[in-house]
Every structure is written in C-alpha cells, then in structure tokens.
C-alpha cells in the first residue's frame, strides 16, 4: 500500500495494527486455554440451572442451596443440596430428585455429572450447625 499510495507512514501503521491484532488474538487464546485447564463456571449454564431448580421448588414445594457447577472441559460438574419436606419418604424424595437431575441434563449441553444430597428442611439448619463446628 505504500508503494501505491506514495504516503511512507502507512507501512509501520499498518505494522501496528497488525501487532495489535496479533496481541489481541494471543491474549484470547491463552484465556481460552486456561479456562480450558482450570475448572470455571459458565454464566449461561448458571442461568439455566438456577431456572429449572427455581421452577422445580415450585413445582415439588422443596428449596435448594450450596449450588456448585463447573465447566470441566469435556462436560459439566454439579452438585446441589435440595431440601424437601421432612413428611416425605426417601422412595418419594428419591423419585423427585431423579426428575429435577434428568431436567438438569436435558438443559445442560454436553455430558453432565450431577450430584444431589437431599436434606429434610425442618432439621436442616440444626444438622448443619452440628456438622460445620
């Protein structure tokens, strides 16, 4: 372009900017590939998780917490408490939490391991104080 324009400036303007592209485009691939190595969560999955346990709470009248997910590159983590009514037997509670893990995979894109721990809500704040001191 130089040698058409005459203008001697726009070589190491150009060089800059090619510089700068080549920075920029580094800079994104070495992020890609630590986010690659390290386990981070995606704000996409959180959104559509936090969704289908929202609508799960209303639908078997339970609660949840201590939410976890990972992007582990080749697929998903999760794990989450969910709290149930103490009046509930296992083979119900069981039954419910197998629902709520098959629509979690369904709404998660790529393979999905999903760990439930399924805690009565009456005595679940006592259980805990016992458990974390």
Not at 34 to 57: C, F, H, R, W, Y
Not at 68 to 83: A, I, W
Not at 111 to 128: C, D, G, S, V
Request: glycine share 6%.
């Amino acid at each position: 372009l130089t040698y058409i324009t005459g203008w001697l400036p726009l070589d190491p303007i150009c060089a800059v900017a090619v510089a700068l592209h080549i920075l920029y485009t580094g800079v994104k691939l070495v992020r890609e590939s630590v986010n690659g190595l390290m386990d981070t969560a995606d704000p996409v999955v959180d959104e559509s998780v936090t969704q289908i346990l929202q609508n799960a709470s209303q639908e078997f009248d339970l609660q949840f917490h201590n939410l976890k997910h990972l992007n582990t590159g080749d697929g998903h983590r999760l794990e989450v408490h969910l709290l149930f009514e103490d009046e509930l037997t296992i083979q119900q509670v069981h039954s419910m939490a197998t629902i709520i893990e098959d629509r979690l995979r369904l709404g998660i894109e790529g393979p999905t391991h999903i760990i439930t721990h399924l805690e009565p809500k009456r005595a679940h704040a006592t259980q805990h104080a016992v458990h974390d001191s």
